[in-house]
């Protein structure tokens, strides 16, 4: 989580987009890490859960990624969570919430990964980390960056 975390931490760094960065791990090896790049790609759907999953898919060289797990600094918002199901990654482990990255200022859709799941009945296992003691230091820097763009 770690990772994942100092990549949201870098893009937002760059400029690239917001402070948002996920990896996937498969059989405990680190095979796409991608933060957001909303404002480089000018593409609205530049997630890092979605820039993530399309890197370990060229990488596997397959849209099935059933036996591999994401790691993401913030639940997915619903964009990410339904680029999840599709890429049938059955693990979702999340650092900061949909709300901490609405309480920074970003447009979320307030619809959790949790009601995600019931309302689509899906199986993947969202795993909140709660250990994690930076789990919105990226928010909290982006919050008093200058120039900041949403
Ligand atoms: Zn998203």
Not at 100 to 123: C, R, Y
Request: net charge positive; charged share 30%; hydrophobic share 35%.
């Amino acid at each position: 989580m770690d990772i994942a975390i100092k990549e949201a931490t870098k893009g937002m760094r760059k400029g690239e987009g917001g402070p948002f960065g996920a990896i996937i791990v498969k059989n405990g090896k680190i095979i796409a890490c991608a933060h957001n790049t909303v404002l480089k790609s000018k593409d609205p759907t530049a997630h890092a859960e979605v820039n993530a999953i399309r890197k370990a898919s060229k990488k596997l060289k397959r849209f099935d990624l059933s036996d591999c797990e994401i790691y993401t600094s913030c639940e997915p918002c619903p964009m990410c969570f339904s680029a999840i199901h599709w890429a049938r990654i059955p693990k979702i482990y999340y650092a900061a919430t949909i709300s901490d990255a609405k309480k920074a200022g970003f447009n979320e859709l307030e619809i959790s990964s949790e009601k995600m799941k019931s309302e689509g009945k899906s199986k993947v296992q969202l795993i909140k980390v709660n250990s994690c003691s930076s789990c919105t230091a990226p928010f909290n820097e982006f919050v008093k960056k200058n120039g900041k763009r949403y």
